[in-house]
C-alpha cells in the first residue's frame, strides 16, 4: 500500500513536547503555516518534576512568542511509565524524585492551556499511525526496541490504554529460560537481549575475546565501541562479521518471540518497528519476518514495516496527543483516552 506523510493540523496550533533520556533532553515543536518550530533543553542531570515543568513552560512560552501565535494546547510524550487517563508520571527511568507525579496537572498551572500526556512509546505509535509507516492500515501494532523494549497498539486511530499504565512492556516478557539479567533483576526477559543498549553491550562482550571482531567493531564504530550503535551492530551482522551475527541472532530470536505474543493476542494489520533499529537495513528486516513466520504458523504475520518518523516520532506524536476528539470513533468505543486533557 502507497503510505505518504500527512500535514499537520495548524487551524489551532499545538505544542509537542518530549521528555527523553531521563530529562536530560527536552524537546518541543510547533508547526504554523510559516514552517515549523522547535526548540530543545539540554540538562546534564536529570531535572526534577518542578525544574522539567519549569523549563517546558520556557520552551512553549518562547515557541509562542517567535510564531506569535498562541498555542491552545500542549501534548506532552515521557520516556516513562506514564497513567495518560490520569495524566500522572508513575516513574521515569534513571531519574529519581518522580514517582507519582501530576505532571498534566502541574503544566496546566503552568502554562493555562489543556495538556495531554502519554508515554514517548504510544506518542510515536500514534504519530506513525496517523501519519507515517501505519497510515494506511487501521490496526497498527508499534514495536520500540530502543533503552528498553515497548509496544503500543493502536486501533482507529486510537491509543488502546491498559488499567494503569502498564502496558506495552514487552521489556519484562520472560522469553528464555535463564538468561542474562534484566533491569528489574529478573532472569530470561526480553530487555537483556533485544534493547539496542543490550545489542552493544552483548556486542562488546562478544567481541572482546576476538581480536578480529575487535577490530571490525572498532572500525565499523570509528574507534569508540563505547559508542556504537545497534544499527552498526546489524551492519556488521550483514556482513557476516560472527560476533556481531551471533549477538542480532540472540536479539532478534527473542524480540520475534515478545512480538508472536502481540500478534496472537492483538491481530494488527502492520507491525511497524520504530527507534534506532528502523533504519538497520533490510536484511535486519528479513530475519525478524523469517522468524515471524515460523513462530506464527500456520498463520502468516501481518506485514512488517520501518518507522517512518524517526528521530522525531515521539515528538510529533506529542502533538497528534492533543487532537483527542477529532479521531474519535462515532459512537465513542474506541476513544480510550489518548492523554487526560485537563481544561483551566
Not at 177 to 200: D, K, N
Not at 317 to 337: Q, S, Y
Request: contains cysteine.
Amino acid at each position: 500500500m502507497k503510505m505518504s506523510l500527512q500535514p499537520l493540523d495548524i487551524t489551532n496550533p499545538t505544542v509537542g513536547v518530549e521528555l527523553a533520556e531521563a530529562g536530560t533532553r527536552i524537546s518541543a515543536v510547533l508547526e504554523t503555516r510559516a514552517g515549523i518550530r522547535t526548540a530543545t533543553q539540554r540538562n546534564a542531570m536529570p531535572p526534577s518534576p518542578e525544574e522539567a515543568v519549569e523549563q517546558i513552560a520556557g520552551l512553549v512560552r518562547r515557541l509562542d512568542a517567535e510564531a506569535g501565535q498562541h498555542v491552545r494546547a500542549l501534548g506532552v510524550a515521557i520516556s516513562g511509565r506514564v497513567e495518560a487517563t490520569a495524566g500522572v508520571v508513575h516513574t521515569l527511568r534513571y531519574a529519581p524524585g518522580w514517582e507519582e507525579i501530576a505532571l498534566a496537572e502541574r503544566l496546566t498551572e503552568a502554562l493555562g492551556v489543556p495538556v495531554a500526556l502519554d508515554s514517548a512509546t504510544n506518542a510515536a505509535a500514534l504519530a506513525e499511525a496517523r501519519r507515517g509507516a501505519g497510515v494506511a492500515y487501521r490496526h497498527v501494532l508499534y514495536v520500540l526496541p530502543a533503552q528498553s523494549v515497548t509496544a503500543a497498539y493502536v486501533a482507529g486511530e486510537c491509543i488502546l490504554h491498559g488499567a494503569t499504565g502498564n502496558e506495552g512492556q514487552l521489556a519484562h516478557l520472560r522469553v528464555r529460560e535463564g538468561g542474562p539479567r534484566c533491569s528489574c533483576g529478573a532472569y530470561g526477559h526480553l530487555e537483556p537481549l533485544a534493547s539496542t543498549q543490550a545489542i552493544v553491550r552483548n556486542m562488546i562482550g562478544r567481541a572482546s575475546g576476538s581480536e578480529e571482531s575487535t577490530a571490525a567493531m572498532l572500525q565499523a564504530s570509528f574507534g569508540r565501541a563505547e559508542a556504537m550503535s545497534a544499527a552498526q551492530v546489524a551492519a556488521l551482522a550483514a556482513e557476516g562479521e560472527p560476533a556481531a551475527a551471533a549477538v542480532l541472532g540472540d536479539a532478534l530470536d527473542a524480540l520475534a518471540t515478545g512480538i508472536a505474543c502481540a500478534l496472537a493476542l492483538l491481530d494488527p494489520d502492520v507491525i511497524v518497528l520504530g527507534g534506532p533499529l528502523a533504519q538497520a537495513g533490510p536484511r535486519y528486516f528479513e530475519q525478524l519476518r523469517e522468524r515471524l513466520v515460523e513462530r506464527r504458523r500456520p498463520l502468516a504475520p501481518p506485514p512488517l514495516v520501518a518507522g517512518m518518523l524517526e528521530p522525531r516520532a515521539a515528538l510529533l506524536g506529542a502533538i497528534e496527543l492533543t487532537r483527542r476528539d477529532e479521531h474519535a470513533e462515532g459512537n465513542g468505543t474506541l476513544d480510550v483516552g489518548r492523554g487526560i486533557i485537563s481544561e483551566t
